[in-house]
């Protein structure tokens, strides 16, 4: 069932629709990418980091208390959220920040819409001694504005991107154009599985680590594999690093996007349930767009979900009927997220209350006698005052 | 109808630079743009690249990303794209669409392609596409006897340049720098040399663009290429008319300027 790889392409998805300039700076990544993939030495570097850097492996927390409001189903979370820097997102940096290194460049661009991956980057680039530009829609900056200082703190320098949305599609066209034109001493260190050939499968196999370990737990811990794995799906990384190792058994997949107002509304950023084939951001997938080609601003609660793109893998995966895609509203998310922190005491950030709320719903189908392993992709620090302006709680001058 | 082969040739007998001039169709709004197709015809213009406005146009700078921001703002669609194909023909000039990819693909590679066709349109460039990419569009684009002008950039293997060069027809464009539209100014070694590079695996005409604003700059370019690009320098000049008169003035005047300096010495 694996996708199978010809030029970059997942069935018709995928290839390069980038600029000629950038074609040879993709060539040369993926010959490094390949190369360094098979050399013994990177990998026990980056094994290395994963482990004494980044905390891993994560465990798999058995979330009892949680699993009776969602109809008894076993509900264990793959804990991505206790990673280094709060997400899955570090997995896929430290890769591309030692290729980086690997390819004698000597600064790294990134494109952030949670502020998660510019997180992640600005650590990377930290301990490996980059020079490092984050582009974030100026929308972004405002609802995520602890992860700009955060960045800042690492040293990072944040570019607020004003044109088009504002948002994550924004700051990657302006990481695109920072690239074709810095591109001899650059690395654009793409956040998902989007994007031109490499990225996505480079992406992909960076974040497996999530899937690999899981499986091998799941085996080790609990001598069965689950019943399904779910993810959040906006661009796709966190989703694809868990479903890959799980691909060829007999498990069900699940990936929820981002509902927004709701699919009929138009207001979301559910872009396989929502959308249709077309080019984005140098890949062929499912976009949010109009009958002209249009790119259409997508909606969501959550900023790092808010993309009317998605990874082209995924187009191939709903394609080809292995993957279920659908979508969960911001309020079954917000619902979900404060249910899941006062069973178990877990704050998840926003994207992956996304998943959680599509848990509760799978749940009541599967039963008591089945198992969901969820991908718990990040913790929440960063949307508590998103999710208390939601829940009207107080905060700050306004505690009396 | 004139084709981009016969504008080159008139050039080459000319013994100047083909001066080709692009602006996006809507902009600022579709009486005025084909008054400013009119006025660049009538200063010397011999080519008019159209382009389809989209909303997320990567390999331009700020210049034409409120350019065509402000066109989409106003509803520009294809059809506008088409008429403004349309006009450039009629006036007498050839006319080419610039236009990312997505557009095409939604409207259809076939549809898209007789459209283009039918409306006098003499070819097209595609700025985000490679010609790996391009084998069912560039199948559309031959059967309805357009040109297809693909891309080479200073960072071009040789390999790629010939492989480009070859897909290409009508012209092969030529990037004077590694950047996006309308923000550095053409680096006229780097593209010198990159125009020798094309040379040795093709005689197709070579334009140059990006970055190219004055007169002076043509002149240089007109010792090696057979023609050149101007796009952010004349919508610059629009953005900051203080009216519609005002645009059409400062548009002839750089227009004429550049065409001035076209002229291929020796």
Known sequence: MTAEIKLGKFGEFGGRFVPEALIVALDELEQQYLAAKKDPIFNTELAELNRNYTGRPTPITDAKRFSKVAGGVQILLKREDLNHTGSHKINNVLGQALLTKRMNKKRVIAETGAGQHGVATATAAALLGLECVVYMGEEDTKRQALNVARMRLLGAEVIPVTTGSRTLKDAINQAMRDWVTNVQDTHYLLGTVAGPHPFPVMVRDFHRVIGDEAREQMLAEYGKLPTAVAACVGGGSNAIGIFTAFIDDDVELYGYEAGGDGIETGRHAATLTGGSIGILHGAKSYVLQDDEGQTIESHSISAGLDYPGVGPEHAFLKDSGRVNYSSITDAEAMEAMALLAKTEGILVAIETAHAIAGSMKLGAEIGPTGSILINCSGRGDKDVVTAANWFNLPVGDVIA | ?266
Do not use: C
């Not at chain 2, 080709?20 to 660049?40: Q, R």
């Open chain 2, 1 to 266: 109808m004139k084709t981009v082969s016969q504008v080159f040739s008139e050039a080459k007998n000319q013994n100047h630079l083909a001066l080709i001039a692009y602006l996006p169709a809507g902009y600022p709004n579709n009486e005025l743009s084909h008054k400013l197709i009119d006025t660049l015809i009538g200063n010397g213009v011999d080519l008019i690249e159209v382009g389809f406005p989209y909303s997320d146009p990567l390999m331009d700078g700020p210049i034409i990303q409120a350019a065509v921001k402000d066109a989409l703002s106003k509803g520009t669609r294809a059809k506008d794209v088409f008429k403004a194909i349309d006009h450039a023909q009629q006036a007498g000039a050839a006319a080419v669409v610039m236009s990312y990819f997505n557009p095409i693909f939604k409207y259809g590679f076939n549809d898209f392609a007789k459209a283009l066709a039918s409306a006098g349109g003499a070819g097209v460039i595609t700025p985000d596409l490679i010609p790996d990419e391009a084998t069912e569009w560039i199948k559309q684009v031959n059967m309805n006897k357009l040109d297809n002008i693909f891309l080479v950039a200073p960072s071009s293997t040789d390999e790629r340049i010939r492989m480009v060069a070859e897909n290409s027809t009508g012209f092969i464009y030529a990037a004077s720098l590694m950047g996006v539209t309308g923000v550095k100014s053409a680096q006229i070694e780097t593209v010198k040399n990159l125009v020798a590079r094309i040379r040795k695996f093709t005689n197709k005409p070579i334009a140059v663009g990006l970055g190219v604003n004055t007169p002076d700059q043509v002149m240089e370019i007109a010792k090696f290429a057979d023609g050149v690009i101007v796009g952010s320098a004349f919508i610059k000049a629009v953005s900051e008319a203080s009216n519609d008169s005002d645009a059409v003035d400062v548009v002839a005047r750089l227009a004429s300027a550049l065409s001035a300096a076209t002229g291929k010495i020796g």
